[in-house]
Every structure is written in structure tokens, then in C-alpha cells.
């Protein structure tokens, strides 16, 4: 059984950090290195939108432009371990935001999210 489980997220002032894990479990190594991931966000009574994706190597990246320069998705491949390294938060940025497995052979697979909220 497939589980995404995020992390990291919490309360912090406009202009701070926050690194969000993902961890995955049910996955192989190996498949879970076949998997391209992507950060989604929900802001409260919006729709969920793509934040940043990146490839199965980590080589192939890419950003919704809001957060372009601030936020950088990576991955650990040998832990199953998704991330995303968020700087200069902005008010704007409070959201639930979930990881996302696209598998290649199956369903897509959500995490059940984490908090963000920046505020002063």
C-alpha cells in the first residue's frame, strides 16, 4: 500500500524558511526512482495548484512563477524522500500543500498535506 506522508509544515513570519519533507513508503527503491513528484498547494477556499515538480533523476524541474528563486523541490531517492526547501516566505504562500506520486503504471498517489502559514 502506497502512503505519502508530509511534513515540516508550520507558523512562520513573512521573509522566513520552512523545508517540507515527503516520505514515501510501498514503494520500492527502485520504482519509487521511476516516480516523477510534484509540491501541490490549497489555500482556503481555492483550488489545489502545482507548485513544482521534478523528474525521476531530479534533473528536470519546474516551478509555478510565483515561487521561482524562493522555492527549490529535491529529492533523495535511496531514502524515498521528496522535499521542498521554501525561502523568502510571503503571506501569499499560506496553503495546505501536498506531495503527489505520479506512478507510471497505476493511480496517482496524494499525501494527506501539511500546514503552511506565514504570517506576522
Known amino acids: 500500500q502506497v502512503q505519502l506522508v508530509e511534513s515540516g509544515g508550520e507558523l512562520v513570519q513573512p521573509g522566513g524558511s520552512l523545508r517540507l519533507s515527503c516520505a514515501a513508503s510501498?514503494?520500492?527503491?527502485?520504482?519509487?526512482?521511476?516516480?516523477?513528484m510534484s509540491w501541490y498547494r490549497q489555500a482556503p477556499k481555492k483550488e489545489r495548484v502545482l507548485v513544482a515538480h521534478?523528474?525521476?533523476?531530479?534533473?528536470?524541474?519546474n516551478y509555478e512563477d510565483s515561487v521561482k528563486g524562493r522555492f527549490t523541490i529535491s529529492r533523495n531517492n535511496a531514502e524515498k524522500t521528496l522535499y521542498l526547501q521554501m525561502n523568502s516566505l510571503k503571506p501569499e504562500d499560506t496553503a495546505v500543500y501536498y506531495c503527489k506520486a505520479h506512478t507510471l503504471d497505476g493511480p496517482d498517489f496524494w499525501g494527506q498535506g501539511t500546514q503552511v502559514t506565514v504570517s506576522s
Open positions: 521534478i523528474g525521476t533523476a531530479g534533473d528536470a524541474v
Open positions: 510501498g514503494f520500492t527503491v527502485v520504482r519509487y526512482g521511476m516516480t516523477p
